[in-house]
């Protein structure tokens, strides 16, 4: 008569020559139903832990995986989330531009845990008017992040009305049927403003292209803050793409023509960066003689030199808030958009 141990021994030889390739298999070999193994595998506690343990265990030592594509036919999800840049007040920028690339890590990280992969898109809205339709319209995806509002709010608004699992990163407008996440740029630019006054600045300058609505926001604010204090601001429009923004600050700032500032206010790290570069390369003294403020708050913006005073935009918070915003409209529930304080980082751009 065998022993326990040869008969453990003879039971575990068994169920490794068994081939496991389906649910139907894994469920003979663990003594339950198909059904029973799907929710153990999909971590459902209607199944007990002791039961999902034992299955769980049984289908990674088998190898076995179950069909992702069945199971998403099944349940009419995905696992996909569209994420597009809508580029209608600059078709020239490109999804290499510094801000773009860090929060789409952060979104990246964030959808990659919760279970999702990621669809990238750049739109150029004035090629086509349904660039928001082509996305949410498809089929491929669960949900949409729109990085940015651009000059497109209403069409934004428009594909909202129908298609509520959207979330977008930008401004917030008392009574908008989207959900927005993003931060206060009125505010930040009249901080940033603020602070120049206060550090001695009385010919100021706003750097950056006012045709999307954050970037206007962030003009209004540092007009505000001028206006009381008695002061104008110099509005010179600069366009966000890379390869075309080092000669449009320089050509702004209008060294030699007898135009000079002593605060500039940039509508983005990276155009704040240019503003440095080009005020080094005119002999000026950053901040004794011009200060310089950015937005963003971009890992590089430590490293410049001098290192940039910026308004940081909270990108990492920002980008748990879509992603977990985006699941909750995908599952039906109610979640209403959120307007982030920017906070002024002081380094030794200004006084």
């Given at each position: 008569?065998?022993?326990?141990?040869?008969?453990?021994?003879?039971?575990?030889?068994?169920?490794?020559?068994i081939?496991?390739?389906?649910?139907?298999?894994?469920?003979?070999?663990?003594?339950?139903?198909?059904?029973?193994?799907?929710?153990?595998?999909?971590?459902?506690?209607?199944?007990?832990?002791?039961?999902?343990?034992?299955?769980?265990?049984?289908?990674r030592k088998?190898?076995f995986?179950?069909?992702?594509?069945?199971?998403?036919?099944?349940?009419r999800?995905?696992?996909?989330?569209?994420v597009?840049?809508?580029?209608?007040?600059?078709?020239?920028?490109?999804?290499?531009?510094?801000?773009?690339?860090?929060l789409?890590?952060?979104?990246?990280?964030?959808?990659?845990?919760?279970?999702?992969?990621l669809?990238?898109?750049?739109?150029?809205?004035?090629?086509?008017?349904?660039?928001?339709?082509?996305?949410?319209?498809?089929?491929?995806?669960?949900?949409?992040?729109?990085?940015?509002?651009s000059?497109?709010?209403?069409t934004?608004?428009?594909?909202?009305?129908?298609?509520?699992?959207?979330?977008?990163?930008?401004?917030?407008?008392?009574?908008?049927?989207?959900?927005?996440?993003?931060?206060?740029?009125?505010?930040?630019?009249?901080?940033?403003?603020?602070?120049?006054?206060?550090?001695?600045?009385?010919?100021l300058?706003?750097?950056?292209?006012?045709?999307?609505?954050?970037?206007a926001?962030?003009?209004?604010g540092?007009?505000?803050?001028?206006?009381?204090?008695?002061?104008?601001?110099?509005?010179l429009?600069?366009?966000?793409?890379?390869?075309?923004?080092?000669?449009?600050?320089s050509?702004?700032?209008?060294?030699?023509?007898?135009?000079?500032?002593?605060?500039?206010?940039?509508?983005?790290?990276l155009?704040?960066?240019?503003?440095?570069?080009?005020?080094?390369?005119?002999?000026?003294?950053?901040?004794?003689?011009?200060?310089?403020?950015?937005?963003?708050?971009?890992?590089?913006a430590?490293q410049?030199?001098?290192?940039?005073?910026?308004?940081?935009?909270?990108?990492?918070?920002?980008?748990?808030?879509?992603?977990?915003?985006?699941?909750?409209?995908?599952?039906?529930?109610?979640?209403?958009?959120?307007?982030?304080?920017?906070?002024?980082?002081?380094?030794?751009?200004?006084?």
């Open positions: 008569m065998r022993n326990e141990a040869e008969a453990d021994s003879s039971e575990l030889a068994l169920t490794e020559e081939e496991v390739r389906t649910l139907a298999d894994l469920a003979r070999l663990a003594g339950v139903s198909a059904g029973t193994v799907s929710r153990a595998l999909a971590g459902k506690a209607l199944v007990n832990a002791e039961t999902r343990e034992r299955i769980q265990a049984l289908a088998h190898g995986r179950p069909n992702q594509m069945a199971s998403k036919l099944r349940s999800r995905t696992g996909v989330i569209g597009v840049i809508p580029l209608g007040h600059d078709k020239r920028q490109h999804i290499s531009d510094p801000f773009f690339l860090t789409l890590g952060a979104l990246a990280d964030e959808l990659t845990e919760s279970g999702y992969d669809m990238l898109s750049r739109a150029i809205p004035d090629q086509t008017s349904d660039w928001l339709e082509r996305m949410t319209g498809s089929g491929m995806v669960d949900g949409v992040i729109v990085i940015g509002q000059n497109q709010f209403e934004i608004e428009r594909v909202a009305r129908h298609y509520p699992a959207m979330v977008v990163w930008g401004h917030h407008r008392e009574g908008q049927i989207h959900c927005s996440v993003g931060s206060d740029n009125f505010e930040g630019g009249r901080l940033a403003a603020e602070h120049l006054i206060k550090s001695g600045a009385r010919r300058a706003f750097l950056g292209s006012t045709v999307g609505i954050e970037i926001k962030r003009f209004e540092t007009l505000a803050a001028a206006r009381a204090a008695g002061l104008t601001v110099t509005h429009p600069v366009h966000m793409a890379h390869e075309q923004v080092f000669e449009e600050v050509s702004a700032l209008g060294y030699g023509s007898g135009i000079e500032f002593d605060g500039i206010v940039a509508a983005s790290d155009i704040a960066m240019s503003a440095l570069r080009v005020l080094f390369e005119n002999g000026h003294q950053v901040p004794s003689e011009v200060q310089v403020i950015g937005f963003d708050d971009l890992p590089l430590a410049t030199f001098p290192p940039l005073s910026t308004l940081r935009q909270e990108i990492q918070t920002g980008a748990h808030l879509m992603v977990e915003k985006l699941k909750a409209r995908i599952a039906g529930q109610p979640a209403p958009s959120e307007v982030m304080a920017p906070t002024l980082i002081l380094r030794d751009s200004t006084r």
